[in-house]
């Protein structure tokens, strides 16, 4: 069994800051990537960055230069720095792990924390 944590979520003021934190345990062998979505009431749940094993990194362009994605390897876990926030990025925001176990793979999604950006 795999368990995805996030934290980190609250509320901030529009040009703010947030850190968000997800962390996967459980038993597989490579966690293959490590992404964040998220998801505002009646829209669809959409990419907001990925880091795959190898470092490599994408953002939706809405985020570029604002949000960062990081990795602490020995931790299994990802780390969303999100600056310069704006009321548009309030949203669900969800931790999804990419992982094997045994040759095969497996996506686990977190429980989402809420991220508010108001005055």
């Known amino acids: 069994q795999v368990q995805v944590m996030e934290s980190g979520g609250g509320l901030v003021q529009p040009g703010g800051s947030l850190r968000l934190s997800c962390a996967a345990s459980g038993r597989f062998d490579i966690i293959n990537a490590m992404a964040w979505y998220r998801q505002a009431p009646g829209k669809e749940r959409e990419s907001v960055a990925v880091i795959i094993s190898g470092g490599n990194t994408e953002y939706a362009d809405s985020v570029k230069g604002r949000f960062t994605i990081s990795r602490d390897y020995a931790k299994n876990t990802v780390y969303l720095q999100m600056n310069s926030l704006r009321p548009e990025d309030a949203a669900v925001y969800y931790c999804?792990?990419?992982?094997?176990?045994?040759?095969?793979?497996?996506?686990?999604w977190g429980q989402g924390t809420q991220v508010t950006v108001s005055s």
């Open positions: 999804n792990v990419n992982l094997s176990l045994r040759g095969a793979n497996f996506r686990y």
